[in-house]
């Protein structure tokens, strides 16, 4: 498919023309500030739909890479980067959540911020870039320039417009993702030596055979950064006090979208190119996602700040992502999918729910509320349907999503691991709702919470395309999975399929060798 | 009767040199004879000495052509090093100007020695004989003594002049020694000649007095790089000289010390790689480690970047012991990249200090974001490049440094690296935390930044993230420099 239009990098690029132009704009001048950061990401969003309809266009490489672009970067030495960007249907939808989530989440900090909001305006928009640049690279060393971009902006969000602990919390963020990824990209130049000389292309490295001690080393290297950045059991520490610390549309965008890096990682780099050092560690990954799913739970059941027990919900709705993915098989890696746009929604939504509370009583302590939802009836609705699609609720998008999680890895060999993951979905259902009971209902006692004002257009109007969202994605998730199927059909094969190549192409070969007397076939495990 | 066959001389070899060295007495001259008071028009006639001798540089790009009776070639792994030097010269110079007028020193010999030393440094790259080596390196060293102790009325200046003589003619000793011990095992001081005298007899790696002259070359040399655990002098003399000066010599010198032994190490013991590399990696780990780690608790920030740039000597070393075309290549790079942001996040620190040497502290930057925020956002562009964070020049030099060993196979020289880099964010992080997430603890007098500040911070930030975005042409030009 030809294409005329760069489709994908001036998508990268509006929101750093905006950031550009936010420079020259007033400090002073709020109004204009925030006028023309919502507007650039609002322009982002609508021109990322055309790649909805565009993608498996007709007479395209179904499931494939579309929308590509390759120009050569830098060539010098050993190395060629080039700027190789494409989609395919897993990183389709996380690109739109991004673009889909930041307008919500810059028009959440109208009355939030009222301090620097310049820097924050240009903070979020810098975001923005990084998060699309990632999601879109398909040249290892340009994914990882992202990767690690990312950082910069969200560092700062954390540290200047957190809560009280924000240094430590800001500093544990970056250097905890620093480390694992600074070990990917020694894992990275490796692989690359491996793959002999070229380019940094993952097509390329997808065709790699490796043996598996390489394989093994690789995949810890990988599977390292991405679990730091998920974050899995025992690497998510940093995950609570980031969340609790950062600004609300800074836990709205690492909620919805930082998150998804580390399990995109996974589905995107980690599995398919190490298809046997990744069936060798199913067993040790799917012990620490449901680990962190009971774990977490758990741990979220006793929290007493509201933010951070949505921050731990996180955990374990990531390790049902991982759980899914890792099943590998078209009900689970679908389901892990799904689930990761899901809880970018619902979890992108709750935390806007708590930012609109905090905003009010600037408390997020649960037992400083209680009757909220006689004072505020339209929050109270709302919070009730997140909540429900949090805990995985019929018709909710969370329901989808955990179902074929659960089927998936039912079907595979990590059934006994679903089963104990399942009380996952029973046991965020008690904290969700023990929590939702706490503060909503029961008396209203405390006078400071009898005068509290119900949602405003401006806060009603952030949450309803989410809750939109969370219908349509529970009652119709088809359009989602069907543009997904295919590329999820080559990503399972891809992660799976490698091994049985590897013992069809020598049996092919094998006729060929004997002539010259090498016995190949026992090489090839 | 014999006739001494006169070598050819061929002038246009060391034109930089000659161009450079007239233009330094000339301008001593004019300080002495020119009454001003004000002498910061010195400093800008140096740096149109510096430009006419860059041109001369650039113009030798080619073809090696050796000179002097095989003592002094011109090659472009000299020009790629000697384009670095004016450089970090040139930037020098342009912040030195406020900082001698704050710190009230007389500056009219300031910019000949700089001119001086740079000559040294030029010498170090393009010398191919151990003695053209070793001048260079002392008429460096000499001008670099006087340049630390140059804020004759600081006490802390006058002892990193003391300190830096003292440990520098110890280290220069070591060098010479080891020079005489090789001359004494091979015949001679020319480095083709030795390197052609190690070819013939492989027997010489097990000469004790070749390997104890290379040994004691290597020391001498990892004394001017200020590798671990020869680096003692280096903290204390970077944080007491003047800190244009401090800036100078962590960015020009330290690449000279690395022109040179790289010089050294690959033509003349080519055969004793694997000996050597083992020498160096475990150089390399120990210099990365212990810069970095001691420069965790450093609270003044000259003394923290001190630190930082025995770890950034570290990481040129990881390069080093790759001994490969990458590793060599990306040292070039990573030397290019340092002095710009090196030298960058030090004229920051001299636009934000105070006159005796106050306002040094890490605490003094609380709250610059809000005071001066485009000052803030430069000086964060040059820590996130030390701290080797896309998209800057210093990450591109670390991967490049990296990969190198990874190629060679040094894979866990380079996790060691890639961790020590990890270490290395607290640091640099540490400065942000207080210009960005703290509120300024008391109102700063602001003395402005001279136009010769902007020029010099302009050229360094732009400079650290065209290198960092879109490095291909130099990192061709360093990979063509290190094709001997």
């Known amino acids: 498919m030809s294409q005329t239009l760069p489709l994908l990098s001036i998508l990268t690029f509006t929101p750093l023309i905006g950031a550009l132009v936010l420079l020259f704009v007033n400090k002073n001048s709020h109004g204009v500030l925030r006028t023309v950061a919502m507007a650039v990401s609002v322009l982002t969003f609508v021109m990322s739909l055309p790649l909805i309809t565009g993608y498996n266009s007709p007479g395209s490489d179904i499931g494939g ?51 620097k909001v310049k820097e924050y305006m240009i903070c979020l928009l810098l975001l923005e870039v990084g998060m699309i640049g990632t999601f879109v690279s398909l040249d290892l060393f ?13 560092y700062f969000i954390i540290g200047i417009w957190g809560g009280k ?74 995950l609570p006090d980031a969340h609790t610390e950062a600004p609300t549309a800074g836990s709205v965008i690492l909620a919805a979208v930082l998150l998804k890096m580390g399990t995109y990682g996974y589905v995107r780099f980690a599995m398919p190119l190490f298809p046997e050092a990744t069936a060798t560690f199913t067993p040790l990954i799917a012990t620490l996602s449901v680990i962190g799913i009971v774990y977490a739970s758990l741990v979220a059941m006793v929290q007493q700040d509201v933010k951070k027990l949505v921050a731990y ?23 892990g999918m799904l689930q990761m746009l899901n809880h970018g929604v619902s979890t992108g939504a709750l935390f806007l729910i708590v930012g609109f509370i905090y905003e009010r009583r600037h408390t997020r302590q649960i037992s400083d509320f209680g009757g909220l939802a006689k004072q505020m009836p339209v929050f109270a609705t709302m919070f009730m349907i997140v909540t429900f699609s949090s805990i995985g609720l019929p018709g909710t998008n969370g329901f989808v999503g955990e179902f074929l999680v659960l089927l998936g890895a039912f079907e595979s060999s990590l059934r006994w691991y679903a089963i104990i993951a399942t009380s996952g979905v029973i046991l965020s259902a008690v904290y969700m709702l023990w929590m939702f009971q706490r503060v909503m ?61 590897a013992l069809v192409i020598p049996a092919l070969a094998a006729p060929q060798d004997s002539v010259h007397g090498a016995p190949v076939a026992h090489e090839v495990k | 009767m014999e006739t001494i066959a006169m070598p050819a001389i061929n002038l246009t070899v060391v034109m930089p040199e000659i161009i450079l060295s007239v233009v330094a007495m000339v301008l001593l001259l004019v300080n002495v004879f020119v009454p001003s008071k004000n002498k910061a028009y010195l400093g800008y006639l140096s740096i149109i000495g510096l430009a006419v001798a860059a041109v001369s540089v650039v113009s030798g790009w080619g073809p090696a052509v050796s000179a002097f009776n095989g003592s002094v070639v011109q090659d472009n792994f000299a020009t790629f090093f000697k384009m670095i030097f004016i450089i970090s010269a040139a930037l020098a110079i342009l912040i030195s100007d406020r900082y001698m007028a704050q710190e009230e020193c007389n500056q009219g010999e300031l910019y000949p020695l700089i001119l001086f030393a740079t000559i040294g440094m030029m010498l170090m790259a393009s010398g191919t004989d151990m003695m053209v080596i070793f001048l260079g390196l002392e008429l460096l060293s000499i001008c670099l003594y006087v340049l630390a102790g140059f804020n004759r009325g600081n006490l802390k200046s006058n002892e990193a002049g003391l300190k830096y003589f003292l440990l520098g003619a110890f280290s220069t000793g070591f060098l010479l020694y080891g020079m005489a011990l090789t001359y004494g095992a091979t015949g001679s001081t020319k480095i083709a000649v030795i390197s052609g005298h190690v070819m013939n007899n492989p027997t010489i790696a ?24 020869f680096h003692m002098w280096t903290p204390d003399v970077y944080e007491g000289a003047p800190t244009p000066m401090t800036a100078f010599m962590s960015a020009g010198p330290k690449a000279a010390g690395f022109a040179a032994f790289i010089r050294v190490m690959i033509f003349a013991f080519p055969m004793l790689q694997a000996n050597w590399s083992e020498l160096l990696w475990i150089l390399a780990v120990l210099t990365m480690t212990i810069g970095n780690i001691i420069a965790l608790s450093q609270d003044n920030i000259k003394r923290m970047l001190a630190y930082s740039s025995i770890a950034h000597a570290g990481y040129a070393l990881v390069g080093f012991t790759a001994s490969n075309a990458e590793g060599a290549a990306g040292i070039l790079f990573y030397m290019l990249s340092y002095a710009f942001m090196n030298i960058g996040a030090f004229a920051v620190v001299i636009l934000i200090g105070k ?16 005071k001066k925020p485009l000052l803030a956002v430069v000086f964060t562009v040059f820590l996130f490049s030390l701290a080797g964070i896309p998209p800057t020049a210093g990450f591109v030099g670390k991967f490049y440094l990296f990969s190198a060993a990874i190629k060679s196979g040094y894979i866990w020289l380079a996790i060691i690296g890639v961790l020590n880099s990890a270490a290395s964010v607290y640091y640099y992080l540490r400065v942000m935390v207080y210009m960005y997430m703290k509120d300024p603890t008391e109102e700063f007098e602001w003395a402005g930044a001279t136009p010769s500040f902007v020029l010099c911070l302009l050229v360094a930030v732009g400079a650290t993230l065209v290198l960092g975005v879109v490095p291909g042409t130099i990192l061709e030009l360093a990979q063509k420099a290190v094709l001997f």
């Open chain 1, 65 to 115: 890479f579309q929308f590509l672009e390759n120009i050569p970067w830098i060539a010098a030495g050993p190395f060629e980067m080039n700027y190789h960007i494409g989609l395919d249907g897993i990183s389709l939808w996380l690109v739109i959540l991004a673009t889909f989530i930041m307008p919500i989440a810059i028009l959440s900090t109208y009355t939030a911020v009222q301090e």
């Open chain 2, 355 to 370: 006159k005796g040497e106050k306002n040094g502290d890490v605490s003094d930057f609380a709250g610059l974001a809000y």
């Open chain 1, 142 to 154: 340009l994914f990882y320039i992202y990767w690690e971009v990312m950082l910069i902006p969200m």
């Open chain 1, 313 to 335: 919900s996180s955990v374990a709705h990531l390790g049902f992502v991982m759980l899914g993915i890792f099943a590998l098989n078209t009900n689970g890696v679908t389901g």
């Open chain 2, 206 to 229: 097990s000469n004790p007095l070749f390997v104890v002259g290379m040994l004691l070359i290597a020391v001498g040399f990892s004394f001017k790089i200020a590798a671990a655990p």
């Open chain 1, 165 to 238: 602990n924000k240094i430590y919390a800001a500093v544990k963020f970056f250097i905890y993702t620093m480390v694992g990824s600074l070990l990917m990209l020694v894992a990275l130049i490796v692989l690359y030596f491996k793959a002999g000389a070229g380019d940094f292309n993952i097509l390329r490295f997808y065709e790699l055979q490796l043996d598996p001690v390489t394989q093994t080393w690789m995949f810890l290297a990988f599977a390292l950064a991405f679990a730091i950045k998920v974050p899995m059991f025992p690497l998510h520490t940093w």
């Open chain 1, 441 to 501: 209902f029961g008396e209203l006692k405390n006078p400071k919470n009898q005068v509290l004002k119900d949602l405003n257009a401006r806060e009603v109007a952030i949450m309803l395309p989410l809750l939109f969202l969370i219908f349509f994605m529970g009652v119709y998730p088809r359009p989602f999975i069907d543009s997904m199927a295919p590329s999820i059909e080559r990503m399972i094969q891809q992660s799976k399929g490698k091994k049985q190549v």
